[in-house]
């Protein structure tokens, strides 16, 4: 147990599996109360129920602004104005610019895109006043483009250019609110599960501690990297990218 977010209070979506639960046990170990958000409610409220009272799960669609309203909406009435959002609620569709349709871009963006345009605007107006940090997980996609995955990237492109505007805004306007994306290349999740095999495989079989050349890692990895940003001890960094793909983006993501 530790102090790095005490008394600070977290929304995190997609907080049932992979990163977004790891970032949630994160954070309520380190002294924060957090609103888990999700569309898996039994997997949701089984975290929540993990961290016990410093916890609250609420079934949210990312890409509904009612949903949005209603999470703020939970979180003030539970624990009060939240300090941090972390928009990391997300889906990858295979598809290239040649064999993608209309319909999967136009759901991948709406999910991936929209769903963090609409998170981050209830953080701004919510946090004004007090000040706070918003982490985007975006993806190495946005910084060097996947062939194979097209509206994902593009997606992903779209979080990183609004994070920055969201930085400039805020510090335009005297708000105490900073915003930074993660770029992380392959993370061994429930949802890349279907391209890259299971995180319980990959932790024996691939991932950096096993072979050095590995783009693969696990979810606590990113987890450290989102408790910092979320924490005061990042307090001077807003508007930054961070990778987290072991130097695979100097090598090419393809």
């Not at 392959?186 to 995180?199: D, K, Q, R, V, Y």
């Not at 319980?200 to 072979?211: K, P």
Request: net charge negative.
């Amino acid at each position: 147990m530790g102090d790095r977010l005490k008394g600070k209070i977290a929304v995190i979506t997609g907080a049932a599996s992979g990163v977004g639960k790891c970032d949630a046990l994160l954070f309520a170990a380190e002294g924060a109360r957090v609103v888990l958000t999700d569309l898996n409610e039994e997997a949701g409220r089984a975290v929540a129920a993990q961290i016990g009272d410093a916890a609250l799960f609420v079934r949210h669609d990312i890409a509904s602004e009612s949903g949005w309203n209603d999470v703020f909406g939970a979180a003030q009435k539970q624990f009060g104005t939240p300090d941090v959002l972390v928009n990391n609620a997300a889906i990858l569709q295979l598809g290239s610019i040649e064999d993608a349709t209309l319909e999967q871009w136009q759901r991948v963006l709406r999910i991936n895109a929209d769903g963090y345009f609409l998170g981050c605007q209830a953080a701004v107006r919510a946090m004004k006043e007090k000040g706070g940090s918003i982490v985007n997980m975006s993806s190495v996609a946005a910084l060097g483009g996947l062939g194979a995955f097209c509206a994902y990237s593009a997606s992903k492109g779209a979080v990183t250019a609004m994070t920055r505007s969201i930085a400039a805004h805020c510090k335009q306007q005297g708000y105490k609110i900073r915003a930074n994306t993660i770029h992380p290349d392959g993370i061994l999740t429930p949802m890349t599960e279907p391209f890259f095999g299971s995180a319980e495989a990959g932790r024996t079989q691939i991932t950096e501690s096993v072979d050095p050349r590995s783009r693969m890692c696990l979810p606590e990895d990113i987890a450290q990297l989102v408790l910092f940003l979320a924490s005061d001890e990042s307090r001077f960094i807003n508007g930054s990218e961070y990778r987290i793909d072991n130097a695979q983006m100097i090598m090419g993501v393809a």
